[in-house]
């Protein structure tokens, strides 16, 4: 018959004795040690420190809003790839809309569809 060990455990402690690779006395806000070379940086600038130059997703593509009277809803209606109109549709209905872009248009960004 094979014998069974038993371990005593003892009440888990908010200050766990130093092991190798950890820090002596540094402790986080809560009284955790905290190893050394295991800091999670949660920024979200690029890792060399310098500014992005890239535009963020809503501010490179071009859109003007419409308020489709049908449903009564508003939305964002995006250029098409040919970059020749907007397009888009009712979120509800599917009713399509198609502003198409030229000379002697207009400079308004928001529209009503019926």
């Known amino acids: 018959m094979a014998s069974v060990e038993t371990a005593r455990f003892s009440k888990i402690s908010r200050n766990p004795p130093v092991h190798k690779g950890m820090a002596n ?24 420190g310098k500014p992005t130059t890239a535009k963020p997703c809503a501010e490179s593509r071009r859109f003007v809003g419409v308020h489709f009277v049908c449903c009564d809803v508003y939305m964002r209606v995006y250029i098409n790839r040919d970059a020749t ?21 207009t400079d308004a960004r928001f529209f009503t569809a019926g």
């Open 85 to 105: 109109a907007y397009e888009g549709n009712c979120p509800k209905c599917a009713k399509r809309v198609r502003l198409r872009i030229g000379p002697g248009g």
């Open 25 to 48: 006395g540094t402790h986080d806000s809560l009284g955790c040690r905290a190893m050394a070379g295991e800091n999670l940086d949660l920024t979200d600038g690029p890792l060399d």
